[in-house]
């Protein structure tokens, strides 16, 4: 089997983790029960999910910043550990490596602020530099925690070369970014909140159930008519939808596995670095079977505690997954 090509320009974060019973109110101090520090951001989640679901089927390269200090010297550390090339990963002087101060509850409910510290200064230059492995990738994974003209070099770039399948994660979102985002990527793919965000479309108020997924499906709807050609739009425990034009106009749902959520931080991660491994090595799966199993790659992660440490590997994972 040929090697597939996962290249992700995007973020690295150090996660701050703390655990407690609930989640504090404004204004509340709580005292926690454990504190841990791990790898985040959500470039390189995306690309050790890849990697570790791909093993030694795929080849993952990041393209991104850290700091000149510790945190950024440990995090490259951490990127070849899990067998990523780091060549175009460039240690930043004058700027911290990005932080995520992250508080999660029993329930696995998350609030997370993040400090992007290098990650802001990712730029078209670090692209350019990168251009082969960006350009020869079966598929490319995009986030919005590095600056948007960056991802607009690359996904010209792969749009002019006209091969692989990018991949817009609008996460975290904001508003006001260039439409050319929407047109240049083949997949847009967004958590309900995104969307809401992007749409005003309301899905946070929306009761579950088939009115949620019909929610769902008009919010999808409103980001082709912004441009996008493809999109999937994640909603946790309640599965995800798609909406392909070039095989319905209807939304297509999927349900997820049920399971007791231990913490959510970084199933989203998890799903699209899976999403791009089954994209590219799985290709006589259709897109729903993708989705699919990559939501049930997702949904292993939120049984274990931690970012990156949640995510599974290849060896642990069942044969009928892969």
């Known amino acids: 089997m040929a090697l597939t090509k996962i290249v992700v320009v995007g973020s690295c974060m150090t996660d701050l983790n703390c655990y407690a019973k609930r989640l504090p109110k404004c204004g509340e101090t709580l005292t926690g029960d454990s504190f841990t520090i791990g790898f985040g951001g959500k470039g390189a989640n995306q690309c050790v999910a890849a990697a570790r679901i791909g093993g030694q ?8 910043r850290v700091g000149d200090d510790s945190f950024g010297a440990n995090y490259l550390a951490n990127l070849e550990k899990n067998g990523i090339d780091t060549r175009y ?3 930043t002087p ?13 329930t696995g409910e998350n609030t997370i602020i993040i400090v992007p510290g ?12 990168a251009q082969d492995r960006v350009v020869e990738a079966d598929v490319a994974l995009f986030q919005f925690e590095t600056p948007i003209p960056t991802t607009l070099e690359a996904l010209r770039l792969r749009r002019a070369a006209g091969k692989g399948i990018s991949i817009v994660n609008a996460a975290p979102v904001i508003t006001g970014f260039d439409a050319d985002v929407y047109k ?21 108020e929306t009761p579950e159930g088939e009115a949620l997924i019909q929610a769902a499906g008009k919010a999808a709807n409103v980001l082709l008519d912004k441009g996008c050609h493809l999109v999937i739009l994640t909603l946790g425990k309640h599965g995800s939808v798609i909406l392909d034009p070039k095989v319905s106009n209807k939304p297509l749902h999927i349900p997820a596995r049920s399971t007791k959520a231990v913490d959510t931080t970084g199933a989203g991660d998890a799903f699209l670095g ?3 491994f089954f994209l590219g090595a799985r290709k006589d799966l259709d897109l729903q079977e993708q989705v699919r199993r990559a939501m049930c790659y997702a949904t292993l992660s939120v049984e274990k505690l931690g970012t990156q440490d949640s995510f599974p590997y290849r060896e642990s994972l069942p044969a009928e997954l892969l």
């Open 57 to 64: 089927d795929v080849e993952t390269t990041l393209v991104a």
């Open 274 to 276: 899976a999403l791009a």
């Open 118 to 129: 290098a990650n802001t200064v990712l730029s078209p230059e670090d692209v350019r530099a």
């Open 184 to 204: 240049l990527c083949d997949i847009f793919c967004v958590n309900e909140t995104e969307a809401e965000l992007l749409t005003g479309v309301s899905l946070s």
């Open 89 to 91: 990963v460039k240690s």
């Open 94 to 106: 004058r700027h911290h490596t990005g932080v995520a101060q992250i508080s999660v509850s029993e």
